[in-house]
C-alpha cells in the first residue's frame, strides 16, 4: 500500500500562498490619531485579530491538497479470468512487397492487404493474451504473448516488407511462435487447451533451418492447431521497382511464388484451418473457429481502485474557512456603536 496525489499540478498553488502570507504580515499598525497612541501598542506572540488570517491559511492549504486528490493505493491483486493464447506469425519476406490486390482504386501489397486481419485480432480479442513473431530469411519474437493490445498494435504498424534479411522460413516463423505457447494445461486426451497459432504468409518457403513440414509436425505434437492465411494471387503479378531511397519507380511483372498447398497442408495436419485474405470475413471465421475451442484461465495481477482521501483535507478546510468568518463577524459586531454602548 503506498500513497499518491492523482493531480499533483495543484500542488504548485502553495507557492502562490508565500507572498500572500509575506504580504499580510508586512502590513503596519493602524495608524490612530491620538497622541502617543503607538505606545499603548503591546504585540503578543498570538491575538484573537489573528486567528481568521490564520484558519483562512490554513483552509486554502487543505483547499489545495484536497484538489491535488490524495488517494490511498492498496497491494497488487491476482483477477482470473478466461481467454485464449494466440501466437500471430507474419511473413515480412521481400514476396510480401507484390501489389496483387487494390482497394478502393489503390493498389496494395500483400502486407497491406493482410494489415484489416492482424488488426481485428489485436483489437478484438481484449480477453486473450497476443503475442507477435515476424519472419522472412530469419524468424524473431516481436513481442511475447501479452494482454497489452495498445502497445502491440503500435509496433505491428510499424512493419514493413523486406524489414528482415531475404527469403522466407515459413517453418522457422512457425517453430518460433510454437516455442512461445508454453503452457501446460492439457485436457484428458492430452491436447493443448487454449493455444493457437495464426500464421499469415504467401507460402512459399526458401529459407530457414526448419522446413514447414518439420514445424507442422512439431505443432500436431504439442496439439497447438494453426490457422493459416494465405495472401497473394496466382500468376504473374506487379512487383514495384524501388531506387536506392526506396522510393517506388515503377513495376515489373513476376511470377507469383503464392504456395497455398503449404498453407493448406500445414492447417490439416494440426487440426486448424486455412483461410483466404481476400475474403471478407476472413477474421470473422477464424474468430468462431477458435471461440468454438476451450478457453484457458489467466492470472492476472492488476491495482487495485484507489481509495480517494481529499474528503479528509476538504471538511476541515470548510471548518477553519467557517471559523474564520465567525470570528470576523463577532469582532465586527463587538466594534459596532450599538455593541459599545455609545449613542450619537
Not at 498447398?261 to 484451418?273: F, Q, V
Not at 468462431?288 to 478546510?317: G, Q, S
Request: charged fraction near 25%; glycine fraction near 6%; hydrophobic fraction near 45%.
Amino acid at each position: 500500500m503506498y500513497y499518491l496525489f492523482a493531480t499533483p499540478i495543484w500542488l504548485f498553488a502553495l507557492l502562490l500562498l508565500v507572498p500572500v502570507f509575506w504580504l499580510r504580515l508586512r502590513r503596519g499598525a493602524i495608524v490612530r490619531i491620538v497622541p502617543n497612541a503607538a505606545a499603548w501598542h503591546h504585540p503578543t506572540p498570538l491575538k484573537l485579530s489573528h486567528l481568521p488570517i490564520v484558519f483562512l491559511t490554513l483552509s486554502a492549504i487543505l483547499l489545495i491538497l484536497a484538489l491535488a486528490r490524495p488517494q490511498r493505493v492498496e497491494d497488487l491483486r491476482e483477477i482470473k479470468h478466461q481467454g485464449y493464447d494466440l501466437m500471430l506469425a507474419i511473413d515480412l519476406s521481400s514476396s510480401m512487397l507484390a501489389e496483387d490486390y487494390e482497394r478502393d482504386g489503390k493498389p496494395l501489397n500483400r502486407l497491406e492487404t493482410i494489415a484489416p486481419i492482424i488488426k481485428a485480432f489485436i483489437n478484438e480479442r481484449s480477453s486473450d493474451r497476443i503475442g507477435v513473431v515476424v519472419f522472412a530469411g530469419r524468424a524473431y519474437t516481436l513481442s511475447p504473448l501479452t494482454f497489452n493490445h495498445a502497445w502491440l498494435g503500435k509496433q505491428v504498424e510499424r512493419l514493413r516488407p523486406s524489414l528482415i534479411e531475404g527469403g522466407t522460413a515459413i517453418g522457422d516463423g512457425l517453430g518460433i511462435a510454437l516455442s512461445r505457447l508454453k503452457r501446460k494445461d492439457t485436457d484428458p486426451n492430452r491436447s493443448r487447451i487454449g493455444t493457437f497459432v495464426i500464421l499469415l504468409s504467401d507460402g512459399a518457403n526458401n529459407a530457414g533451418s526448419l522446413s514447414p513440414d518439420q514445424a507442422a509436425a512439431l505443432a500436431k505434437e504439442r496439439a497447438i492447431p494453426v490457422y493459416t492465411i494465405g495472401v497473394g494471387k496466382s500468376g504473374f503479378v506487379p512487383f514495384p521497382v524501388m531506387d536506392r531511397q526506396g522510393q517506388k519507380q515503377g513495376y515489373n511483372r513476376v511470377r507469383s511464388d503464392l504456395d497455398e498447398k503449404t498453407l493448406r497442408r500445414i492447417a490439416s495436419e494440426t487440426g486448424g484451418r486455412y483461410f483466404r485474405a481476400d475474403a471478407t470475413d476472413t477474421a470473422q471465421a477464424a474468430f468462431k473457429e477458435i471461440d468454438a475451442a476451450r478457453k484457458i484461465e489467466f492470472k492476472e495481477k492488476k491495482y487495485l481502485i484507489a481509495t480517494e482521501l481529499y474528503a479528509w483535507f476538504a471538511a476541515p478546510a470548510l471548518a477553519f474557512a467557517l471559523a474564520a468568518a465567525l470570528i470576523t463577524a463577532a469582532r465586527h459586531r463587538t466594534k459596532s456603536p450599538h455593541a459599545s454602548g455609545i449613542r450619537g
